[in-house]
């Protein structure tokens, strides 16, 4: 059974940074590719950004790159998502996910076939 579990998320100052980890469990299977999508009150779920095991490329959204970081340790199946100079936009419940595929995201993230449970980060004075 796949696991996802997130940690990291908590209160920042605006510019500030946070370091979201996802520890992944229960994979059978050779590659898949983890990332992460983020929730805001009364807005969609966006994709934020992704890594493929397959091969180590990575994605990031327009609203993010420059300033998000993902990274990954694959001795500890964990993923983490470095995120500098954060935006008081930056605020929402981020998600840690996982899809079943094999081969690169460099053109995006594909279809999410498990998530966690989320991790609140706040950016506020």
């Known amino acids: 059974q796949v696991q996802l579990v997130e940690s990291g998320g908590g209160l920042v100052q605006p510019g500030g940074s946070l370091r979201l980890s996802c520890a992944a469990s229960g994979f059978t299977w050779d590659y898949y590719v983890i990332g992460w999508f983020r929730q805001a009150p009364g807005k969609e779920r966006e994709g934020v950004s992704c890594i493929s095991r397959y091969d180590g490329s990575t994605y990031y959204a327009d609203s993010v790159k420059g300033r998000f970081t993902i990274s990954r340790d694959n001795a500890k199946n964990t993923v983490y998502l470095q995120m500098n100079s954060l935006k008081p936009e930056d605020t929402a419940v981020y998600y840690c996910?996982?899809?079943?595929?094999?081969?690169?995201?460099?053109?995006?993230?594909?279809?999410?076939?498990?998530w966690g449970k989320g991790t609140l980060v706040t950016v506020s004075s």
């Open positions: 996910t996982a899809e079943i595929y094999s081969g690169s995201v460099v053109a995006g993230c594909g279809e999410v076939d498990y």
